[in-house]
């Protein structure tokens, strides 16, 4: 269900269950879950590559299981809770950049998993559908945090509530994502893009994501002392060191992570 391969500092993790659009099971969840936390956890891995096999990135919660659960009188808040809230919350906080290579359609909790990414690059076949209104259900995953960081207040309330699909194009136009490429082009430039990332200043990387989460919800006061306490950390690191070096020598810097 889950593919999980590290080449280049870089773990690629593939949703792969292409027959139901890389939909959500509990099993899928519990593996994507499993595979976040190995990632953020092996030093060896330095950035994230996140992607669906198949034609879609991720089609959100598995609604077979889904009709299965409600039949059966089960509530959603203890799935909601024990899954999509941990891997969520571990992707937007993990300590190194997490890139999403959106090859095709990614609705419901599947856009919510793109959009706690810290960059997307989508192919022209790429699509986001804010899926939930249309089932009768309200956002979760997080996309009403992240949503209308991404592309403001107003639009993230007509995606929401109209939940009309945003192709590619529009979705380059909106913010949504950084880049659009051709299909056949996705995973290599996605793949160069994490690998970049994977050598650059990972802890330097980890203190700008908890600044910007910090300074969407906290004062410019706060803010900046959380930057000056962050700043402080990033200039005793190896790389701060030998990067200046490096410009002063006229020299390429190399990051090591340290
Ligand atoms: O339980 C909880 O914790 C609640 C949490 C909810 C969070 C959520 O994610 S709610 C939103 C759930 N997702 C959706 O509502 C999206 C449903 N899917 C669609 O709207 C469309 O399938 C797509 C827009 C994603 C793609 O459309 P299209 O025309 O390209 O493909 P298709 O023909 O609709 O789907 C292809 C197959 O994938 C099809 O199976 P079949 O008929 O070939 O056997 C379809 O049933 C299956 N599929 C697509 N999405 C899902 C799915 N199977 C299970 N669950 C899905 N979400």
Sequence with gaps: MIRYDVADAVAAITLDRPDAMNSLTV???????????EAAGDTAVRAVLLTGAGRAFCAGQDLREHADNLEAGRGLTDTVRAHYNPIVELIATMAKPVVAAVNGVAAGAGASLAFACDLRVASEKARFALAFSGIGLAPDSGASWTLQRLVGPGRAAE????????????????????????????????????????????????????????????????SLALEAELQDACAATHDHLDATRAFLAKERPVFNGR
């Design 27 to 37: 099993e899928a969840k519990s593996a994507l879950l499993g595979a976040l936390r």
């Design 159 to 222: 995606l929401m509530l109209l939940g009309e699909p945003v192709d590619a194009a529009r979705a380059l136009e909106l913010g949504l994502v950084t880049r659009v490429v051709p299909a056949d082009d996705l995973q290599k430039t996605a793949r160069e893009l994490a690998v970049r990332l994977a050598s650059g200043p990972t802890l330097a990387y980890a203190a700008t994501k908890r600044a910007l989460a910090y300074a969407a919800t906290h004062s410019l006061p706060d």
